[in-house]
């Protein structure tokens, strides 16, 4: 098995930054793909970015935090990290790491395709 802890989270002003980390223990072994998800109130959770074990050249996006969002993973400290800048009040949400026990060619963006989940941290951005 393998938990996953956010931290990182707050309250931020729109335009601000804030930069999230996910902690994995257990079986780090075992995980391939990892990323990034939010779940906004009244919404349903949606895919943010993802990032391949190599850490480099499977990264992916969603467009609405493209340019303003880096993913980025240190396979030694079994941790993944989100920089978030320029913050839109639209980006408040729970954020959640995921992680991926499937080998892939190209990193997973839908939320079945994710083992394990973590508990999430609370983001919100003020107008």
């Known amino acids: 098995q393998v938990q996953l802890r956010e931290s990182g989270g707050g309250l931020v002003q729109a335009g601000g930054s804030l930069r999230l980390s996910c902690a994995a223990s257990?079986?780090?072994?075992?995980?391939?793909?990892m990323g990034w998800f939010r779940q906004a109130p009244g919404k349903e959770r949606e895919f943010v970015a993802a990032?391949?074990?190599?850490?480099?050249?499977?990264?992916f996006y969603a467009d609405s935090v493209k340019g303003r969002f880096t993913i980025s993973r240190d396979i030694a400290k079994n941790a993944m990290y989100l920089q978030m800048n320029s913050l839109k009040p639209e980006d408040t949400a729970v954020y959640y790491c995921?992680?991926?026990?499937?080998?892939?060619?190209?990193?997973?963006?839908?939320?079945?395709?994710?083992?394990?989940w973590g508990q999430g941290t609370q983001v919100t951005v003020s107008s």
């Open positions: 995921a992680a991926d026990k499937t080998p892939r060619v190209i990193v997973a963006a839908g939320q079945i395709e994710y083992d394990y």
């Open positions: 257990g079986r780090t072994s075992s995980i391939y793909g």
């Open positions: 990032i391949g074990r190599s850490g480099v050249g499977s990264i």
